[in-house]
């Protein structure tokens, strides 16, 4: 089926995104999530980066927006979707310690036919149980929360978990209203407003104390200091991950981060 091209200036960007995956330039990269009482390594999320032959390495803001209005990203993320669950299948892990994998997915992807039985086709093909799969939804979920629900159930009856990405920003209390999670992610703006006065960290609070009313997990996004980290495990936010902890790491280093089981940062 031929590309549709939204705006003329965009034809040469889109031919490009169109042939990255059969050259490879896809790459992913993983950022550890921690406990953060304790530094254990939780989980990881995966994040796609494009390699391009002539601008250099592109991060998801750069290419994704494009990819959504071009219909390219069904076709992508089912390439991150069958990498990331392959290579979290080999992880080091442990009974006394869970693991899971955060995946992004937009709302147009979740719309294509099929899609809940083919991301759930990629996690067996994997071999990685369906309870260790996260999947983000990103901003504007909750426009398509209606047409969705059919998906969204199938994929949360076989075991999939679900997050709200960028809450406070992207995504808010009506989606949280709208769909049943199982995880939000504390939007890094809210994060940096911790270590302030009262009236400033109120809405993180705000966050933390419905997340636990309704038995939903709180990953905070951006955790840049020490401060930050202590702040927010004393208000009972139980993961977090940012440069305080770790950058995002190649395939490798999050094999080498999951075999000392805790970053001591």
């Known amino acids: 089926m031929p590309i549709q091209h939204p705006r003329g200036g965009e034809n040469e960007l889109i031919d490009e995104l169109s042939r990255a995956l059969e050259r490879g330039e896809f790459r992913l ?7 953060l009482g304790s530094g254990a390594v939780a989980g990881a999320e995966a994040l796609i980066r494009w390699r391009h032959p002539r601008r250099g390495t592109l ?4 290419f994704l927006p494009l990819a959504e209005r071009s219909g390219l990203i069904t076709a992508i993320g089912a390439h991150v979707i069958e990498e990331a669950c392959r290579a979290a299948a080999g992880w080091p892990r442990s009974p006394s310690r869970p693991m899971f994998l955060s995946v992004n997915v937009s709302p147009v992807e979740l719309a294509a036919p099929g899609a809940a039985e083919a991301m759930l086709a990629a996690v067996a093909a994997a071999g990685l ?4 799969l996260v999947l ?3 901003g504007g979920i ?3 929360a209606e047409p969705l629900s059919g998906t969204l159930a199938a994929l949360r009856e076989a075991g999939v978990r679900l997050a709200l990405d960028d809450f406070g920003s992207a995504t808010s209390l009506r989606d949280l209203k709208q769909l049943t999670v199982d995880f939000v992610k504390l939007d890094r703006e809210f ?3 911790i270590e302030g006065p009262p009236e400033e960290a109120a809405f993180a609070l705000a966050v933390l104390n419905v997340a636990s009313a309704r038995r939903i997990e709180v990953v ?6 020490k401060e930050q980290a202590w702040r927010l495990a004393e208000l009972g936010c139980r993961y977090g991950q940012g440069y305080f902890y770790s950058k995002p790491l190649g395939a490798s280093g999050m094999v080498s981060v999951l075999r000392k089981g805790s970053i001591r940062a």
């Open 29 to 35: 990269e993983y950022q550890p999530v921690v406990r």
């Open 129 to 132: 149980p369906p309870a260790e």
């Open 220 to 225: 905070a996004k951006g955790v840049e200091s």
């Open 136 to 138: 983000e939804l990103t």
């Open 191 to 193: 994060v940096v407003e």
């Open 142 to 144: 909750g426009l398509y």
């Open 59 to 62: 991060a998801p803001s750069d």
